[in-house]
């Protein structure tokens, strides 16, 4: 018993009572036994329960990450056929991430994307504008600015659309990789505002906040940055650009009071 090994002990008690049913030291004995043995079972219980809940964490823990590796090895595969013009062959892999996560946001817009040149040969209107080479320039030219002062504007769906047509229509023009770049980058916000709703006004925010140093507005501007600073300390510039605002408008201060005071 003072081995902890009950199992050997309640045995050797019950041999006892067998021969001494009156014997209160062995009854009292006899009892503790059964009660420690009762015990530890329940504790053995109680571990193995344990042990199967933890193996099934780290199971579903190690399938979770298995998920997001592969959605993120299709999608690289996605973008690598997509970036050699394979479109066809870019929407296999595309259509295998939505199978698994129908709102990834870069599969639908890369999907979108795919179709859109696919279907560019059948589309008529298309067709038209490209029997004029100079009206193709000016037209691609056009959704490209469109393109960028929707990016600008934080407009990424439709930065995306406008960019697109201006690709498809002169997939060869100067600013073709600039194309890829900000179709890039509005994926990636888009995939960002997702994850993150606030991101999109804390977005617009920096976007005016720039209009309002640019126009020389340092206080206006200096509000806005400091709101930004305040959640989220992704734009890398506000805190100078903050501080410059306060050194401007400090500045004009000073001429006023100076003016006003002569």
Known sequence: ???SNYSEAVTFFKKILDVDPKNEIAKDFYMLCDKNIQMQEEINKREVIKNQADAQRQKEIKEVMQYYKEIETLLLKAKELYQKKEYESALIPLNEVLSMDL???QAIEYTKLC???INLKKTEKQREIRESKEAVINKSTEFFEAGKEYF???EYKEAINSLTDSWQ???DASYADEIQELIEESIQMLDR????????GLLK????????Y???KWWDALILFRIIEEHDLMFEDVVLYAKLCRQKWDEEEIVRFISVNN
Do not use: C, T, V
């Open 1 to 3: 018993y003072k081995e």
């Open 103 to 105: 709102e990834n946001i």
């Open 115 to 117: 179709h859109g040149f």
């Open 152 to 154: 600008k504007q934080a």
């Open 169 to 171: 229509l002169y997939p």
């Open 193 to 200: 505002i997702k994850k993150d709703p606030q991101f999109l």
């Open 205 to 212: 925010k920096y976007k005016q906040a720039i209009s309002f």
């Open 214 to 216: 640019e126009d020389k």
